[in-house]
């Protein structure tokens, strides 16, 4: 394999780990809260839509809408039915809901199981067309489509945040929901949309990613610990924070197992999760709360 083939999967999988590392900024920018839903949400966005066309015979652009509605359905009813009774019940305390949500990861595992088997199904292409060469590389398309989107959904997740209504409501939320709601904001209002983007950014990144190694319905843990990772790595600071902490990870998740072979990757995540939790558990990028 070239460098160059391994640059290209580096920032492949950094894109998909930044992706997923984004749906949870969003989360914890809009509602406080870490949802490590987010990899099952991802999962059943590449799961269903898979299923559906192997099995149903269904048009890729129909079953991904489905699979993504699916997604953020699921994002919905985790905050609606799970996360404010939880908090509402316990005070407003954060471990609560953390046990309530990783409990709701494991559902949505075996759901998936349940629903659309066990086994790893291959990942549907949105778009084919042949792949495009570069030297004696030939990139996929369903890298370049991934590649496209992460840019187009961190531009405009950035300009949302800093240039709309919404997106500022966001920010005031996020920087405190006491002071928030005493200000009159539609606190919960803000969460749900947080929830709903989530689940959406999920579900879209899940079925864009499955094409390079498939997707069952054990994808989700993995998928949650990578991206929640990449999220600490980034930090909150930016909105292009979580990107940076998902092209470090990419770049661990390929070049490690490439000079030190075998599951040597493992270690080289695991290395990099206590660096930053020892040492900068706020990651590189810090958010600073305006006064």
Known sequence: ??????????????????????????????????????????????????????YEDMNVWVAAAVAISAAAALAVITELAVVRPVQRRSGGGELPALVAVAAVLF????????????????????????????????????????????????????????????GRLLRAVGDSTHAARLLGLPVNRVRLIAFVLSGLLAGITGLLFAPKAG????????????????????????????????????????????????????????IVALVFFALKPSGLFVRRVRA
Request: some cysteine.
């Open 215 to 270: 997707v069952s319905s054990l994808s989700g843990l993995s998928w949650a610990l990578s991206g929640f990772l990449a999220m600490v790595v980034g930090g909150t600071g930016s909105v292009w924070a979580p990107l940076v902490g998902g092209l470090l990870l990419g770049a661990v998740e390929v070049f490690v197992p490439y000079y030190f072979g075998g599951q040597s990757h493992v270690y080289g995540l695991l």
């Open 107 to 166: 559902a949505i595992q075996q759901l998936g199981g349940y629903l659309f088997g066990y086994t790893t199904l291959p990942g549907q292409n949105l778009l084919t067309f042949d792949p495009v060469t570069v030297g004696e590389t030939a990139i996929q398309p369903s890298a370049l489509v991934l590649v496209a989107f992460t840019v187009v959904a961190f531009a405009g997740l950035a300009v949302w945040v800093r240039s709309t209504r919404s």
């Open 1 to 54: 394999m070239g460098q160059l083939q391994l640059w290209l999967s580096a920032l492949e999988m950094g894109c998909f780990f930044g992706l997923l590392a984004l749906a949870y900024y969003l989360v914890l920018v809009g509602a406080g809260f870490f949802n490590f839903a987010i990899g099952p949400y991802a999962m059943v966005g590449g799961l269903c839509t898979s299923y559906l066309v192997l």
